[in-house]
Nanobody, 122 residues
Framework: QVQLVESGGGLVQAGGSLRLSCVAS????????MGWFRQAPGKEREFVAT????????NYADSVKGRLTISRDNAKNAVYLQMNTLKPEDTAVYYC???????????????WGQGTQVTVSS
């Protein structure tokens, strides 16, 4: 089992920045691909970004390209999401997830965190 804990969410004005962190514990001997997803009220969970096990491959949703950056530190069992130039439509609960394949599909991930709220005011 792997436990994932997100942090770093909060309230920020449009145009501002936040850095989300996700730390894994438990069975961390296996290095997983990691993803960030988000879910706004009344909407389905959607893909934001993913990174493979080595960190050499990343992929982003079109809506966040150029503004959000995913990275990881395997020595710390951590993955990060640097969020710049935030927009009100970025408001959502952000979840990190771990799986064997870097993918935009939620079904590819075996473990999920509890989420952290990001609110962007206009």
């Amino acid at each position: 089992q792997v436990q994932l804990v997100e942090s770093g969410g909060g309230l920020v004005q449009a145009g501002g920045s936040l850095r989300l962190s996700c730390v894994a514990s438990g069975r961390t001997s296996i290095i997983y691909a990691m993803g960030w997803f988000r879910q706004a009220p009344g909407k389905e969970r959607e893909f934001v970004a993913t990174i493979n096990q080595s960190g050499g491959l990343t992929n982003y949703a079109d809506s966040v390209k150029g503004r959000l950056t995913i990275s990881r530190d395997n020595a710390k069992n951590a993955v990060y999401l640097q969020m710049n130039t935030l927009k009100p439509e970025d408001t959502a609960v952000y979840y990190c997830a771990a799986g064997l394949t870097a993918s935009a599909w939620t079904s590819a991930y075996n473990y999920w965190g509890q989420g952290t709220q990001v609110t962007v005011s206009s």
